[in-house]
């Protein structure tokens, strides 16, 4: 059984493309568009839920990390579909905190449905790397 829809893969990467984009800006406004308003995303630091959530999330992480920088490596699509699609992936983050140079490195999932025609992220998980 194939779970993976070639013709819907091109546009998921594509908005992953983005979210790094948008994310590098440091505005949350910037690409909240593409968070589900139910959203649930699981960091070390805790849970949120909800687009005011996580935007106060997000906002804390660039407040605390000054100039930080975001990518996704090693993007694998376990599932995809017309409605949901779910990818596992590597990060690496960098920038300044406390005026010192940083940065770290973990793994993630990511959910999306479409709603509408429209992707959206309706579950983020990050987490450390494992020792």
């Known amino acids: 059984m194939n779970f993976l829809r070639q013709d819907i893969l091109k ?23 593409i968070i589900h308003k ?10 949120y839920r909800g687009i005011d959530q996580i935007g106060e999330a997000f906002t804390s992480t660039w407040d605390d990390i000054k100039d930080e920088i975001y990518r996704l490596n090693n993007i694998e699509w376990l599932c ?9 992936y590597q990060f690496t983050w960098s920038g300044y905190i406390d005026g010192r140079v940083a940065s770290g490195n973990g793994r993630g999932t990511n959910v999306f449905i479409n709603e509408e025609g429209n992707w959206k992220i309706i579950h983020e998980h ?6």
């Not at 992953?16 to 690409?31: A, G, M, T, V």
């Not at 990050?126 to 020792?131: A, D, G, I, T, V």
Request: hydrophobic share 40%.
């Open 126 to 131: 990050l987490s450390r790397m494992p020792l």
């Open 11 to 33: 546009d998921l990467d594509k908005i992953l493309l983005q979210y790094e984009k948008k994310y590098d800006s440091h505005d949350f406004k910037n690409f909240k568009d």
């Open 80 to 88: 995809v579909d017309e409605n949901i699609a779910v990818c596992i």
């Open 38 to 47: 139910d959203a649930m995303y699981w960091f070390n630091d805790g849970s």
